[in-house]
């Protein structure tokens, strides 16, 4: 969305504030022997004391009120009494919530406890990743330019990126033009960021593979097999400068 007017601005500032709060407590609350639908309605609770809505559940209807990734899920894990979290696990938090008609989208994975899996490198990469394509991003700068920066710091620590996931636009709906914001360089891609508009910038970092497949719940996209992927996503606004960083409270 562009940014029309003060109410606009700080009804992003708002619900911005909602979802980074709510994931930087969830990734503070989460612990093993934990259930991934425990945590979920941890962060449901924050949600509610902010007055905001998840995005994905109003939206979508998605079985969760956050998205929770364990592992060789990559993206959109459905919250389940099932799933116990362990020490070691790559877990990815993923919250997105609607305020007084205003949308925000934030993420971040994190190794729980020991890293027992040697995944810390690939934490450390996806969030290098963003803040360094994030500092690149104002108004004009090409789209594919800026997946290019992911793609090369991911390259460079050995690591490859997700090619069907993709950063979008967000403001007054979850998901907004420019559609696709991805990780990687495609010379396709004429778009170009504009100033005063709101956009999620993800990143996908992979140990394994380029593509997610789905786990067949209709929801979960799964990594390759013996693959992990981390992401890590913020809610900006662009301006012609270096962009504000509406979800910057997360902690990330």
Same mark, same amino acid.
């Given at each position: 969305m562009s940014i029309e007017s003060e109410a606009d601005l700080i009804g992003m500032q708002n619900v911005s504030e909602a979802v980074a709060t709510t994931l930087k407590q969830m990734r503070e609350y989460a612990k093993p022997g934990m259930t991934t639908k425990e945590l979920d309605d941890f962060g449901y609770e924050i949600l509610q004391a902010f007055g905001a809505k998840s995005a994905p559940k109003v939206t979508y209807n998605f079985p969760g009120y956050t998205c929770i990734s364990v592992n060789n899920e990559?993206?959109?894990?459905?919250?389940?009494?099932?799933?116990?979290?362990?020490?070691?696990?790559?877990? &990815?938090?993923? *919250?997105?919530? $609607?305020?007084?008609?205003?949308?925000?989208?934030?993420?971040?994975?994190?190794?729980?406890?020991?890293?027992?899996?040697?995944?810390n490198k690939l934490v450390e990469t996806s969030v290098a990743a963003l803040y360094k394509a994030l500092s690149g991003i104002k108004g004009g700068v090409r789209i594919s330019d800026i997946g290019r920066v992911i793609e090369t710091e991911a390259k460079k620590n050995g690591f490859k990126v997700i090619k069907n996931l993709v950063g979008h636009g967000v403001g007054r709906s979850l998901h907004e033009p420019p559609h696709e914001i991805p990780c990687f360089y495609d010379k396709y891609n004429t778009q170009r960021f504009?100033? &005063?508009?709101? *956009?999620?910038? $993800?990143?996908?970092?992979?140990?394994?593979g380029s593509y997610t497949h789905e786990k067949g719940d209709g929801w979960t996209l799964l990594a390759e097999k013996g693959g992990f992927v981390a992401q890590h996503e913020h809610t900006i606004l662009i301006t012609d400068g270096e962009p504000i960083i509406l979800t910057k409270a997360n902690g990330i």
């Open positions: 990559a993206a959109h894990g459905i919250p389940s009494t099932d799933t116990v979290l362990q020490d070691g696990d790559l877990v &990815n938090i993923d *919250v997105s919530a $609607e305020l007084n008609g205003y949308f925000a989208d934030n993420g971040g994975s994190f190794v729980l406890g020991e890293d027992v899996h040697g995944l504009k100033k &005063n508009t709101v *956009v999620a910038v $993800e990143t996908f970092i992979s140990t394994k």
